[in-house]
């Protein structure tokens, strides 16, 4: 079964400290990988969403990805406490196209 | 611009009761429509999937089912409530023919009591 693991947390963080969130990921085909955040008792919303190797950078927000180590992770630089969430993993299966997310990182910035 | 919305957003339910829970989207034509859960701490769980009317497909075994009546409704039933059904439900759709990105309606609280 194709799987999607990140590390539960929480990640306590200093204010304007960089939070680096990671994910790993068994699917060898997978092309399309997203970070969501989820703010407790809330629906996911999308982050950031990334499909070549390399960096991919948003504002506050740089996505990685390493395709040869099946490796995704979410950089949040100047942290600030409204950034306090979990933050879900997710990669497209290569072969059926659905989303398989991970368990998401809780995320808690301290001021 | 695309919207999603779904209700409703809270409910308490008792054991064996029937459930439904409504999803619609709007400002977009045939898309792929999702019915996720969440327990408490847990991660997504893809619960139904559909990629027009009437086509309906189940990743998991369970009491619920779905159906898709409208190209923007997505209906998840229940004819018999367990408690192991609480949870968390999201409603989400993304574009047919490959789309990627994933959007979330606004979530459904479901407490079985």
């Known amino acids: 079964q194709k799987e999607v693991e990140q590390n539960s947390g929480p990640l306590s963080v200093p204010e304007g400290a960089i939070a680096s969130l990671n994910c790993t990921y068994s699917?060898?085909?997978?092309?399309?990988f997203f970070w969501y955040r989820q703010y407790s008792g809330k629906s996911p919303e999308l982050i950031m969403s990334?499909?070549?190797?390399g960096d991919k950078e948003d504002g506050r927000f740089t996505a990685q990805l390493n395709k040869a180590s099946q490796y995704v992770s979410l950089l949040i630089r100047d942290s600030q406490p409204s950034d306090s969430a979990t933050y879900l993993c997710a990669v497209k299966d290569g072969n059926t196209g659905k989303l398989i997310f991970g368990q998401g990182t809780t995320l808690q910035v301290k001021p | 611009s695309q919207t999603i919305h779904q209700w409703p957003a809270t409910l308490v339910q008792p054991v064996g009761s029937p459930l439904s829970l409504e999803c619609t989207v709007e400002?977009?034509?045939?898309?792929?429509l999702y019915w996720y859960r969440q327990a408490a701490g847990r991660g997504l769980q893809l619960l139904f999937y559909?990629?027009?009317?009437?086509?309906i497909s189940s990743e998991v075994p369970q009491n619920l089912s779905a159906s898709r009546p409208q190209d923007r409704q997505f209906i998840l039933s229940s004819k018999k409530l367990l408690l192991s059904d609480s949870g968390f439900y999201l409603c989400?759709?993304?574009?047919?023919?490959?789309?990627?990105?994933?959007?979330f309606g606004e979530g459904s609280w479901l407490t079985v009591v």
């Open positions: 400002g977009t034509s045939n898309p792929n």
């Open positions: 990334i499909y070549s190797n």
């Open positions: 699917d060898r085909v997978s092309q399309s």
């Open positions: 559909s990629v027009g009317i009437g086509q």
């Open positions: 989400a759709w993304n574009r047919g023919q490959n789309g990627n990105t994933i959007y």
